[in-house]
């Protein structure tokens, strides 16, 4: 079965420092990966995506992350987080069965950004 | 315009009761979700709609029902609440029948049983 894991349940980080935010699936087809962030009673929002093409995705408000199919990994990353960036970080694949899917999502990950 | 609003956010209600939560989208997708987060904020699906069909049913209690009255709409019904329904449920939508494109979703709502 296909599964995610997000490595680090929190990570708390210094304004405008960078950080990584790690994901790995376990997936034997090819895949679709998400990055999603939930603020504070909020809904979730899609930051970015791989669906196919360059491995290197760009995403809303800075993030980027990089799909790497030998290490089943799909990292989030920005070079400068802000204190808005504080808020919940979910890692999803996409798992198809046919013509249609659902989100496998991963534990989520809590990124405190400090001032 | 909200793309996929969900109604009520918050929602008390005492065990034994039976409570409906109302979804809509208008971004003229044709599958719909119902998502549901646990108080470790856990994500799982439930439910999957295209075109008014179910077409993914995990295992999930027979006192959850689903009803899609058009493909705009997903609604949830809850029989017999119980303590360990509270959790937040999350409507989402995406194009075709969800296989190849990311989901939108809703607010969520925050459901409390007592």
């Known amino acids: 079965a296909q599964s995610v894991t997000q490595l680090d349940s929190q990570v708390p980080v210094f304004e405008e420092a960078p950080v990584e935010l790690r994901c790995n699936y376990s997936?034997?087809?090819?895949?679709?990966l998400f990055w999603y962030v939930q603020y504070p009673n909020q809904g979730l929002q899609l930051l970015l995506k791989?669906?196919?093409?360059?491995?290197l995705v760009k995403g809303i408000n800075g993030f980027e992350a990089e799909f790497n199919k030998s290490q089943t990994s799909f990292h989030l990353r920005k070079p400068s987080v802000h204190i808005s960036d504080t808020a919940e970080y979910f890692c999803?694949?996409?798992?198809?069965?046919?013509?249609?899917?659902?989100?496998?999502f991963g534990q989520g990950t809590t990124l405190q950004v400090k001032p | 315009d909200t793309a996929v609003s969900q109604t009520p956010k918050y929602l008390v209600t005492q065990m034994g009761n039976d409570k409906s939560i109302k979804c809509e989208q208008n971004?003229?997708?044709?599958?719909m979700y119902w998502y549901k987060q646990d108080s470790k904020k856990f994500l799982k699906i439930m439910f999957s709609?295209?075109?008014?069909?179910?077409?993914i049913n995990e295992t999930v209690p027979n006192r959850f029902s689903p009803k899609s009255p058009d493909k705009a709409h997903l609604n949830l019904h809850i029989n017999s609440l119980e303590l360990g329904d509270s959790a937040v449920y999350f409507c989402a939508s995406s194009q075709g029948k969800g296989a190849n494109t990311e989901a939108f979703f809703g607010q969520g709502t925050r459901l409390t049983v007592v």
């Open positions: 997936s034997s087809v090819s895949v679709y």
């Open positions: 971004l003229g997708h044709d599958t």
């Open positions: 999803a694949v996409l798992v198809r069965s046919g013509n249609t899917g659902k989100l496998i």
């Open positions: 709609y295209n075109n008014k069909e179910l077409i």
């Open positions: 791989y669906l196919s093409g360059s491995t």
